[in-house]
């Protein structure tokens, strides 16, 4: 009878089928509430937090989170951070409170949050947990009644990519990946209880129009506009430097495979002579020879995430300029009455 059991234990792990994937990432309303006051209270200031809950099927589920401890360079602060998490993560187990890290939560200026310490944060997660989100909070946008939040994640083919540490052209058009393909928005499902829906349906104010809703209304978003044009020109100047640096790396291949052309064509030329004097022709590859060593091509990484924060700011720009023009019209309309 056990090796029956046995059997069917063997069976049932060699029949396991993959996790599916992840569809939604299902946030309670209060975590929500703890990650606006946490980025809000230290904005300009970016910060970070812990994200708890449960991996269930193709939903993440978020129940929990912390905030981390501000940044700082010295060595002996970040330990006390980690010291810190560790505590935490202990104190919440002994309240039976969910303690499973599903993921971190961290605020951004203006979408201003696709960098290559972002990716490999990812990565660091990745080591440990099969499944995990980042969730990204703009306060900056909260002034414009948008409630910018997002929950994102990489790619499997980047995250494969990345390991390996090629970002050349070939790579890249082997493996069909842009830069759109890098990091993936998983859609955000907002989930209360029945008696937190019940109380805020009791707080309801009795005026159905409230301060925010005249805010909406304001036609001034200069500010808004002109920040995210600074930052756009900021991303197209580094944008051309990378440019740049693919220039010069053709240059570069252009005249090394000029260099080696002539090479070879005098090597051919000694080696008509020495076949005449009927010497042994020399080999017509010298790998000792500067000129076939190998030009390092840039890594096409950091010109990808320049181009997702173009885009990004260039959304922005639009949605912006949208809504302005949607007031502009509803005023004038107003005043034509």
Not at 213 to 225: A, E, G, H, K
Not at 256 to 270: I, N, S, V, Y
Not at 275 to 304: C, H, M, Q, W, Y
Not at 316 to 333: C, D, E, H, P, T
Request: net charge negative.
């Amino acid at each position: 009878m056990a090796t029956t059991t046995t059997r069917s234990f063997l069976q049932v792990a060699a029949t396991e089928e993959a996790a599916p994937p992840l569809r939604v990432v299902q946030i309670e309303g209060l975590v929500i509430l703890k990650i606006i006051k946490h980025c809000k209270d230290h904005s300009p200031s970016l910060v970070t937090g812990q994200l708890l809950g449960l991996d269930v099927g193709s939903v993440l589920e978020v129940t929990n989170c912390f905030p981390f401890p501000m940044r700082e360079e010295d060595e002996e602060i970040e330990a006390d951070g980690a010291n810190y998490q560790l505590e935490m993560m202990r104190c919440l187990r002994e309240v039976n409170v969910d303690n499973n890290t599903v993921g971190w939560y961290q605020s951004t200026l203006l979408g201003s949050f696709q960098t290559v310490e972002l990716i490999e944060t990812f990565m660091n997660y990745q080591e440990n947990i099969r499944r995990c989100v980042c969730i990204i909070y703009d306060p900056s946008r909260a002034d414009q009644g948008v409630l910018a939040l997002k929950a994102l994640k990489l790619s499997d083919s980047f995250m494969e990519l990345y390991r390996s540490n090629n970002f050349t052209g070939e790579k890249l058009r082997e493996k069909n990946l842009s830069w759109v393909d890098i990091f993936e928005e998983i859609p955000i499902k907002v989930s209360n209880s029945a008696l937190i829906s019940a109380f805020m349906t009791e707080l309801e104010p009795d005026t159905p129009v409230t301060q925010c809703d005249y805010d909406r209304l304001q036609l001034s978003t200069s500010s808004l506009m002109e920040r995210n044009m600074e930052f756009l020109i900021e991303c197209m100047d580094d944008l051309s430097l990378e440019q740049q640096k693919f220039q010069f790396y053709y240059r570069s291949l252009s005249r090394q495979q000029a260099q080696q052309q002539a090479w070879l064509q005098k090597r051919r030329a000694e080696n008509m002579a020495r076949k005449a004097s009927g010497e042994e022709p020399l080999p017509e590859e010298d790998p000792t020879n500067p000129v076939f060593k190998p030009i390092p091509e840039p890594s096409r990484l950091e010109s990808f995430l320049i181009t997702n924060q173009i885009s990004n700011y260039c959304n922005q720009i639009n949605g912006v300029s949208g809504q302005s023009f949607n007031r502009i019209y509803l005023m004038k309309a107003l005043h034509d009455d």
